[in-house]
């Protein structure tokens, strides 16, 4: 069964129609509208929407006399600031095809995106979580990366000249820009259209290496202009945005999405409880989507009932395992009004599914939604059949927004990408009797006990009912006898305790004997990646 997409609610705020048919087309227009209005915000710098051209058209004119061109591509190795943001938007002007790099990633995990995608010039921050980015790339630096521009942070930061060379400050990266004219730079931007590439967005890299996934403009503008009038969100909003930028939910569900509402951007860098509370109470942040860590970090601080968070009004989430009473707490201790539950890869832009708000509290706790508009949803078996709705099978998706394919990856492309233009997304779920989205697992998640498939979302669903539990992950370890068990990481509660056997005995009593946990590790924390999602393989890998 095939389930087209559906006539989603709006909200009565939704935001100004988007015509636009690229991100720099966008920009001219949100400028001419919006004026003195802020769109970039931090403690120490505001840029207002009149500003907005004017400082990304600089970036576009260092591109040009460096000699960029319409596909290039160019990269961005930084944490959320409001300079990825204008470099982004400079680099979108010139006809560049943006790749953001993984901040957590290494000089030689950098430098094998920089040669696989072909990327000209490179915008790196000096310093970041006690690393020296410029020093991490330098032995690796591969021959295609032409200019190295280096976004200050340190007070005193002097370019070392190291092998390689084309190494400038970002200030002076700009000025080289003064032989182009501000015409020349507008008339590049106003050329780029609907169909051009838009970014590069490197996967995970979780099964392999990671593949450089391809999307346009007009693909990001559709599926978040919905996105926008879905959540509501508009220009009276302020946007703090956690997840990092060269991730889509920070990308294009964030600082894209507000240019589109028109909202304020507020870049966060890192994620820190008592940063999050403090920034939300001083400067009145109105949405704060992330995923479900997020929030459950938020609501295990101690700061949580004295914390004024009155001004949250969004919270968007989403991931395999989503607690219902998560959703309720969002709502009742953090106050936002308007919580829903989406599904997205990078494949598919990061947008695929999404719930309506106004959906009963147990189909946004429960489902991922139903396909935007422009979209098909269907689940298939082992054989590429579509199965009956309340079967689970692999999540198949198709529309305007699946990407353009795996950069100069035809192979892979073909494997992920079916000849009907069908997206295998490797994601294992099924649908509800009204057509709303059910996600499993992944099916590189899934272990197997004595023949029984287990999914380890669905396992982790019922243990969060256990009420010392305020974080888990369930994995598959390798077992002599069952060929796999599962393992549950667990984090409880400030000031309960529990041990293994009770933990056991009380999953014992909720759920089928092949599910339950045969192991149980307790942690303070559990490890998470730079999108502040648990990292399964670095917890497969400490027990293995």
């Known amino acids: 069964m095939t389930v087209e997409s559906t006539s989603i609610a709006t909200s009565e705020a939704s ?28 403690p120490i710098r505001n840029v207002r929407y009149r500003e907005l051209p004017g400082y990304a058209l600089a970036i576009t004119r260092g591109l040009m006399a460096h000699g960029i061109n319409s596909g290039d591509r160019v990269a961005v190795w930084a944490p959320n600031t409001i300079d990825w943001v204008l470099i982004a938007l400079g680099v979108h002007c010139v006809g560049g095809v943006l790749v953001p790099i993984n901040t957590r990633m290494k000089g030689i995990e950098a430098a094998d995106i920089i040669e696989r995608s072909g990327t000209r010039v490179l915008f790196s921050i000096d310093e970041f979580l006690g690393n020296n980015y410029p020093a991490m790339l330098a032995p690796h630096r591969p021959a295609c990366l032409e200019a190295l521009v280096v976004i200050k942070t340190a007070i005193n930061t002097e370019i070392e000249k190291t092998a390689g060379g084309n190494q400038q400050l970002l200030e002076d990266f700009i000025s080289a820009g003064n032989s182009i004219s501000t015409i020349e730079a507008e008339y590049r931007a ?23 996934v391809m999307s346009s403009h007009g693909q990001t503008l559709q599926a978040f202009s919905q996105y926008v009038n879905i959540i509501g969100l508009t220009s009276d909003d302020r946007y703090l945005i956690v997840n990092p930028f060269f991730h889509c939910f920070g990308y294009k569900a964030g600082w ?56 949250l009004h969004i919270a ?43 959906a009963p509290a147990d189909t946004i706790a429960g489902t991922s939604g139903q396909p935007i508009p422009g979209t098909q949803l269907k689940i298939t078996d082992a054989g590429g059949n579509t199965v009956e709705r309340g079967q689970t099978g692999e999540i198949c998706l198709h529309g305007f927004h699946v990407m353009k394919g795996y ?34 697992d992944r099916l590189k998640d899934m272990f197997i006990v004595g023949g029984f498939n287990c999914y380890p979302a669905e396992i982790e669903a019922a243990l969060f009912e256990h009420p010392d539990i305020a974080d888990l992950a369930v994995i598959g370890l390798p077992d002599e006898r069952m060929g796999e068990v599962g393992c549950a990481c667990v984090v409880l509660k400030s000031g309960t305790t529990m041990s293994e056997e009770s ?36 917890l497969r890998r400490e027990q293995s």
């Open 15 to 42: 935001a100004t129609a988007v015509s636009a048919n690229s991100i720099p087309e966008l920009m001219f227009a949100r400028a001419a509208e919006l004026g003195d209005h802020v769109a970039l915000e931090s």
């Open 190 to 212: 106003r050329s780029v259209n609907a169909d051009n590439l838009s970014d590069l967005l490197f996967t995970s890299g979780t099964t392999g290496k990671p593949k450089g």
């Open 407 to 440: 950069f100069n990856n035809p192979e892979a492309t073909a494997e992920a990408i079916d000849a009907e233009g069908w997206l295998h997304t490797g994601d294992v779920g099924h649908l509800d009797e009204g057509g709303n989205l059910i996600i499993t």
């Open 316 to 358: 968007v989430t989403g991931a395999s395992s989503i607690p219902p009473m998560l959703i309720e707490r969002i709502r009742k201790e953090l106050g936002c009004a308007v919580v829903t539950t989406a599904y997205g890869l990078t494949e598919c832009g990061g947008l695929a599914t999404i719930c309506d708000p106004s």
């Open 503 to 538: 933990l056991i005995r009380w999953s014992r009593e909720r759920m089928a004997n092949y599910k339950v946990p045969r192991k149980v590790f307790f942690y303070k924390d559990l490890p998470k990646n730079a999108s502040n999602k648990i990292d399964k393989v670095k």
């Open 256 to 311: 894209v999405s507000c240019l589109i509402a028109g909202a304020t951007i507020v870049p966060h860098a890192v994620f820190d409880a008592d940063d999050i509370f403090k920034r939300v109470e001083s400067e009145r942040i109105t949405v704060l989507p992330g995923p479900p860590t997020l929030y459950l970090s938020m609501l295990a601080h101690e700061r949580l009932s004295s914390a004024d968070l009155s001004s």
